[in-house]
């Protein structure tokens, strides 16, 4: 349902300074012999175009370690259809959003070697050289009653919501070698030090719905900021993911829409040298990208330009923006199709269902557009689409309907040519 009036004026702007803390655990890459990275990129053939995506797999599980364990062998039902999703569609740089997190890279190694190197169906084994996991804020302790229920513990306690560290983690595959050296995530920068950051208040109170205590601890990232970058030929594109947590379960005080808008805005911030000075990485170093460096931000924003209940200026942020390529908007003949059938809140939406990538309650929210691949504004589209066949499709079968055989939400990828090679 559309934002209105009551929620949105909830919403106040505050601006504080504090100070960076905690520390980050080490990221998992592969492979893990350096020297011979090279050795595994694909040619550069520029007559090509290169295929970013953005996937929410729905690959978490209930408990630390169940999906490392699930994907050390073949043949589980719902990462077989992921898999063959992705083989069918190619990325060539690809974001996995909801993958749970583990230290050892377990379950991303093990999704590579037993689902996406093994054929599915008729469709063609995929393989991938390159791969990059580091932690989530989900389910760490934060020590405080964020959610003000009373008690201290819990998902609703944690940095960002998760039964478990690391659930609803994120991982990058890449045909393309990634610069190691030079990627930098963001886990711990402060909510509050983002100039006019939209930190809730208590409607009750009208006082901060966060105690300055709590301010000095609590991130802006539900699962992290990664700036990833890939090498092309002799060029780098900075593969910019996150995963903002979703703008519900928090009413009336409305903590989670607002922190949804200002995860957004950190990228729309971060690719503007004159709006990202506030900007901290995890190592101490300040600043975004500089001037002229081509990315493509992609992930699962939980934000729909027109429908659902995020923030009005919420993917906004990075729709209107100056620096990003909005031409081609990717679509799907599925989409419609499943919107007109479900009907419910579909019925009342004011967005295009060619554009949703994600099938949620016919009742509320219905089907929304949630997940981007958004490139640079010099960034060629080539070519777009959400991976939403027809019923009549026999694809349709890889994502069909509630209960989901692979996820509620749809793959989206995006063909850019990369300039200047």
Not at 69 to 79: K, Y
Request: hydrophobic share 40%; with cysteine.
């Amino acid at each position: 349902m559309p934002l209105h009036g009551v929620r949105w004026a909830c919403v106040l702007c505050l601006f504080a300074l504090l100070p960076l803390s905690g520390c980050a655990e080490e990221p998992v890459v592969a492979p893990t012999d350096e020297a011979n990275l090279s050795a595994h990129a694909p040619a550069a053939d520029f007559n090509k175009e290169i295929r970013f995506a953005s996937f929410n797999a729905s690959l978490n599980r209930f408990n630390s370690g169940d999906l490392a364990t699930e994907l050390s062998s073949p043949g589980s039902a719902q990462p077989d259809v992921i898999a063959e999703i992705i083989q069918r569609t190619r990325p060539d740089v690809l974001l996995i959003n909801e993958f749970d997190y583990d230290a050892g890279g377990v379950a991303a190694q093990g999704f590579l070697d037993n689902y996406l190197k093994v054929a599915h169906g008729d469709a063609t084994p995929i393989d991938y050289p390159y791969m990059y996991v580091a932690p989530s804020n989900t389910g760490i302790p934060s020590g405080f009653d964020l959610d003000n229920n009373g008690s201290v513990g819990g998902p609703g306690d944690a940095f960002g919501f998760g039964f478990f560290e690391g659930q609803f983690g994120m991982v990058v595959y890449s045909m393309y070698p990634i610069d190691m050296g030079a990627i930098r995530t963001f886990q711990l920068f402060l909510w509050a030090d983002m100039p006019g950051a939209m930190l809730p208040v208590d409607p009750g109170t009208q006082e901060p719905w966060y105690s300055e205590e709590e301010l000095e601890v609590f991130r802006l990232s539900s699962k992290s900021h990664w700036d990833i970058p890939v090498v092309i030929g002799n060029k780098t594109v900075h593969f910019l993911v996150s995963h903002p947590t979703p703008p519900v379960f928090d009413w009336p005080e409305y903590r989670n829409g607002t922190r949804n808008s200002d995860e957004i805005r950190f990228w729309a911030d971060y690719i503007i040298p004159s709006r990202s000075a506030y900007i901290y990485d995890d190592d101490g170093m300040y600043g975004g990208l500089p001037p002229g460096a081509m990315f493509v931000i992609a992930g699962d924003q939980n934000a729909d330009p027109y429908d659902g209940d995020s923030t009005p200026p919420a993917i906004a942020q990075l729709l209107e923006h100056p620096q990003v390529n909005t031409k081609v908007t990717p679509d799907s003949e599925g989409g419609p199709e499943q919107a007109e059938l479900q009907g419910g809140a579909n019925d009342t939406h004011l967005g295009d269902p060619a554009f949703d990538t994600a099938d949620f309650s016919d009742f509320a929210p219905g089907n929304l557009r949630a997940d981007y691949v958004l490139p640079f504004k010099n960034l060629l589209i080539k070519d777009a689409g959400v991976f939403w066949p027809l019923s009549s499709d026999p694809l349709f079968a890889l994502v069909g309907t509630f209960p989901f055989p692979s996820s509620d939400h749809r793959l989206v990828w995006v063909d850019v040519r990369v300039p200047g090679n």
